[in-house]
């Protein structure tokens, strides 16, 4: 949940916390226009689509175990799959 916080949270809500406190401090303050609500809700619209979009997995299924990178003989091993165990018969 951490990571969520800070690698999604912060950044969009901060900006957002800083404008409001500078309208309250400085600014007018008051009920926001039309043009600002829609420009809020557009702007959440596009965080949740991109959020989606780069959540999904475009690959094919794979099948099997996964092996991270690793060194041998001094060699990087790029990560793959390989074959899953079969199961055992009962």
Do not use: C
């Amino acid at each position: 949940m951490g990571r969520v916080v800070i690698t999604i949270l912060l950044p969009l809500l901060l900006p957002t916390a800083i404008y409001v406190g500078w309208r309250l401090g400085f600014g007018r303050a008051g009920t926001p226009s039309s043009a600002t609500v829609a420009l809020a809700i557009a702007g959440v619209a596009l965080v949740v689509m991109v959020l989606l979009l780069f959540n999904t997995d475009f690959g094919g299924p794979r099948q099997g175990v996964y092996v991270p990178p690793h060194v041998s003989g001094g060699k990087v091993v790029p990560g793959h799959f390989e074959p899953a165990p079969a199961a055992p018969a009962r």
